[in-house]
């Protein structure tokens, strides 16, 4: 092929593993939005980079018409990735709206148990200083 592929774009390429490998095993939502966000902001970038005018996919068309399916066909899948991680942030969202009315619940039930834990606290002391008292 006459026209080889920008080197950011082969750059873009050998970058994505370590992208990838940075969201396994996360379980912390806050670190996950932050990791796809950044995953994000990198797969924008390299997407446009690769079709934008003048991009890569338009020099692999003029040399290659024949791949023009196939490069249909990605530029589709950028898309749909992209549409995957807009989903992906959405169900965040909502998980983390969820896990804020956990936490919420989870302390109004501290302070009842508190409360409760208090009173009894204060009614054993109140009937051991009865039967201190003299209260026989």
Same mark, same amino acid.
């Given at each position: 092929?006459?026209?080889?592929?920008?080197p950011r774009e082969i750059k873009g390429h050998a970058d994505l593993p370590v992208l990838l490998r940075a969201l396994d095993d996360e379980s912390d939502l806050g670190t996950l939005r932050g990791k796809l966000t950044a995953l994000e902001g990198f797969l924008v970038r390299h997407f446009d980079e690769e079709t934008r005018d003048g991009g890569w996919f338009d020099l692999l068309r003029g040399d290659r018409p024949e791949c023009d399916h196939e490069l249909k066909r990605l530029a589709q899948e950028h898309e749909d990735i992209l549409d995957s991680l807009t989903k992906l942030f959405h169900w965040i969202g909502e998980c983390e709206e969820q896990l804020a009315k956990i936490f919420?619940?989870?302390?109004?039930?501290?302070? &009842?148990?508190?409360?409760?834990?208090?009173?009894?606290?204060? &009614?054993?002391?109140d009937a051991l200083l009865v039967d201190e008292g003299g209260a026989d």
């Amino acid at each position: 092929m006459s026209n080889e592929p920008a080197p950011r774009e082969i750059k873009g390429h050998a970058d994505l593993p370590v992208l990838l490998r940075a969201l396994d095993d996360e379980s912390d939502l806050g670190t996950l939005r932050g990791k796809l966000t950044a995953l994000e902001g990198f797969l924008v970038r390299h997407f446009d980079e690769e079709t934008r005018d003048g991009g890569w996919f338009d020099l692999l068309r003029g040399d290659r018409p024949e791949c023009d399916h196939e490069l249909k066909r990605l530029a589709q899948e950028h898309e749909d990735i992209l549409d995957s991680l807009t989903k992906l942030f959405h169900w965040i969202g909502e998980c983390e709206e969820q896990l804020a009315k956990i936490f919420g619940e989870v302390e109004g039930f501290r302070l &009842l148990l508190q409360t409760h834990c208090d009173r009894e606290h204060r &009614l054993a002391l109140d009937a051991l200083l009865v039967d201190e008292g003299g209260a026989d």
